[in-house]
Structure formats: structure tokens, C-alpha cells
């Protein structure tokens, strides 16, 4: 029997997989894969005032790479930076109006990536797909948040690799 790989290594290489894709599809754009999301996260603000810090808990970035980010966003004209007027020592991030654009442009891309990915699923199975990815994520975020029962540690499981 052909041994078959265990989810933990299936998604591994689907998320592998998925960010080849994405970047090749944002490549011709103004709006590479690394910047597309810095700007989704902001254009669902609604125009809110978003500090660096935020940026930076929301993806798990450090700050370095936040700031490297903001830099090229805002070279471009995609974000404007100013101070937040609820914290005056915070920097605070705004989408443009060619932000909006750009990200949209990029949607379309990262859409059809998401074809890609769907190919050959029924709606149901679509829906079906998104709904399970959604509740395994949660599942790992609850996970890092409660700390495991020393009986449920990884020590002491006993992992199985499906034959």
C-alpha cells in the first residue's frame, strides 16, 4: 500500500504551493504577494487609524520587516503615515485612495489563485473546504492559547503515519 502523508505535511506543501502561486500571479503588479496583505489588512479597517504594532501582532512580523514594508507602501503611494491622534508617540497607517486601487487590482490575482486552488470542487465542496480550513485554524489559535494537558503533550501522543 503507497503510505499517504500526514495532514500537518499536506498542508505544509499546500501553503507552499499557494504562496508559489500567489507570488507569481502579483509578480507583474504594482502590489508584490509580501505587500498584498499589509494592504488587505488595512483597506478592512475602514480607513481606520492602524499602528505599525498592529501590523505587526496581526501577521507575527517583527518590526523591522513591518517598517521595510510600510517604507515600500508608502514610496509607492499606497499608504500614508502620519501620527495617531489617540497616541501621539505611535506611527499610524492608512490605505490611500491608490492603495484601494492597487489592492483591488491584486484581488483580482489573488481571485484567481483562488480558482486555481478550487478547480474541480462543487459548491458544496468549496464551501465544505472553507468551512473545515476555518475551524482547523481556529483550532491551532485555541491551541497556542490554552497550554496542553501534560497527559496531551506531544511527548506522550503517539503519532501515526497512514499506511
Known sequence: MPRTHSISWNLKHLNKALERALMRALADGDVPYSQ??????????????????????YFGVSNPA??????RL?????????????????????????????METARRSIDAVDEQVLDGFTAAESAEFQRLIAKARHNLSA?????????????????????
Open 66 to 71: 513591518v517598517s521595510g514594508l510600510v517604507k
Open 74 to 102: 508608502h514610496s509607492k503611494g499606497f499608504v500614508a503615515v502620519g501620527t495617531d491622534p489617540a497616541d501621539q508617540r505611535r506611527r499610524a497607517v492608512q490605505i490611500t485612495a491608490a492603495g484601494l486601487t492597487a
Open 36 to 57: 498584498a496583505g499589509v494592504l488587505s489588512f488595512l483597506a478592512g479597517r475602514a480607513g481606520e487609524p492602524t499602528s505599525q504594532r498592529q501590523i505587526e501582532e
Open 143 to 163: 491551541a497556542a492559547v490554552s497550554p496542553l494537558p501534560a497527559s496531551d503533550s506531544p511527548a506522550s501522543q503517539r503519532i501515526e503515519v497512514n499506511a
